[in-house]
């Protein structure tokens, strides 16, 4: 498995992932729409996309290294995956950050907005990973933490409170606007 920032040209492999997601919240499918929103986050910087993939390894095929990009935590190393067939490569999960602000700290945060392991990859440790990934950009940018929501009753809960994160009882308003 490999962990690295999604950039554009991971679109495909993202796309079906986010979509999952937002089926998991109970959202219709809209791949198109899908598209679109990653695209304009990734293109804009508004957010940090991190994405697991999986490569079959085929025998007698060579692999090559894959230098990931330096603005990544992870793109100081490199690992071997071979892009040269797409269809031995597999999206099986992705984290997607935000910045925030905390102005009583004055401090940069991030919040972990989404959080997603195809269903068949589950238990596999892929989402450890990625919050791994996550608590490394935040360390390596130097902000205050991570801050996540998510729902009451998520399964996902237990890896976050595995993986560090408590409970804020200080943080549980949220106002919509019907616009």
Not at 67 to 79: A, K, N, Y
Not at 136 to 152: W, Y
């Amino acid at each position: 498995m490999i962990i690295h920032q999604a950039t554009l040209s991971d679109l495909d492999l993202l796309v079906p992932l986010f979509d999952g997601y937002r089926l998991f919240y109970r959202q219709q499918s809209d791949l198109i729409s899908a598209r679109q929103f990653l695209h304009d986050r990734i293109t804009a910087k508004e957010s940090v996309v991190f994405i697991a993939l999986l490569q079959s390894s085929p025998v007698g095929r060579e692999s090559r290294e894959l230098d990931l990009p330096q603005s990544s935590p992870v793109g100081r190393e490199s690992r071997e995956l071979d892009f040269a067939k797409a269809e031995e490569i597999k999206a099986v999960g992705f984290t997607q950050l935000y910045p925030i602000f905390s102005s009583v700290s004055m401090e940069r945060m991030l919040l972990l907005n989404d959080l997603f392991i195809d269903p068949e990859h589950r238990g596999q440790g892929i989402g450890k990973a990625l919050i791994d990934t996550a608590k490394d950009l935040c360390r390596t940018t130097r902000q205050k933490g991570i801050v996540l929501q998510t729902e009451t009753n998520n399964p996902a809960q237990r890896l976050y409170e595995r993986e560090g994160f408590t409970k804020d009882p200080d943080l549980h308003y949220f106002w919509k606007s019907n616009a």
